[in-house]
């Protein structure tokens, strides 16, 4: 266990550095749900009685922040196959270190980064009127990080799987765009017919979207929170479960 720690903990220390040598893609990946924010969020002021709350922003920034938890860990494989083709994971795989600790060292940086974000978002929301629980933005935050670091996990065994962007960027976009749309992360699922809102059900980004608006809501011990938090978890040992037994087979 010591191993482990000390390993992951050298893993993480370098992915920090080598995102802070180059810190323009983390604005980048921070323009898109900023720009939701400032753009796209004043429509909604009109009809915030139709969202489920009287304050647009209270619904509209927990699916925000969820989306930057998709789509800001989903993409990291892409960092992982660069690193494939300089040689540096062949480096690492003839190091005695464990092969969970080359993974959970990434998903650290990642989840750390993807926590400040989350902070920044909700700071630039609040000049545009957000009203929300302190404690439930702060339990919404680590929710989120806690599922990006789930699909980190995932990202980076698919990459090492298929090392190749041409198939990776197609996988992702078929996955992630319908989870997007079936997620109510832009707007709640109520506003849609039946039909959709039998289809979303079964989508487990859709539950913790609902779980983070409750925990905006200050709403703690809705039942809303507890399938959110249910399926974040699952989602993260799935996650770290397929990421270390995908890495351990590519050293094999």
């Known amino acids: 266990m010591s191993t482990l720690v000390r390993d992951t903990g050298t893993v993480f220390v370098r992915a920090m550095r080598t995102s802070l040598r180059n810190p323009a893609w983390l604005v980048i990946s921070l323009m898109q749900p900023v720009l939701y924010i400032v753009l796209f969020g004043p429509l909604l002021e009109p009809i915030a009685g139709q969202l489920g709350g009287a304050n647009a922003y209270q619904v509209f920034v927990p699916g925000i922040l969820v989306q930057l938890g998709l789509f800001g860990t989903a993409f990291v494989g892409f960092s992982l196959i660069a690193e494939y083709r300089a040689g540096v994971i ?65 990202s980076y065994a698919l990459a090492l799987t298929l090392k190749s962007e041409d198939a990776f960027a197609p996988l992702l976009n078929v996955v992630l765009f319908p989870v997007l749309l079936l997620s109510g992360i832009l707007l709640p699922m109520t506003l849609a017919p039946g039909w959709l809102q039998t289809v979303s059900d079964v989508v487990p980004f859709k539950h913790i979207v609902d779980g983070a608006r409750a925990l905006f809501a200050g709403d703690f011990g809705s039942s809303d929170v507890g399938w959110g938090v249910l399926f974040t978890v699952v989602l993260a040992a799935l996650g770290a479960w397929y990421g270390t037994s995908q890495f351990r087979k590519e050293s094999g």
């Open 90 to 154: 062949e480096s690492q795989r003839v190091s005695p270190a464990p092969r969970a600790a080359l993974l959970l060292g990434r998903v650290l940086r990642d989840v750390l980064v993807l926590a400040v974000q989350g902070v920044v978002l909700v700071l630039v929301a609040v000049p545009f009127g957000l009203d929300a629980s302190v404690g439930g933005v702060a339990l919404t935050i680590a929710l989120v990080a806690v599922l990006g670091g789930s699909l980190a996990a995932v």
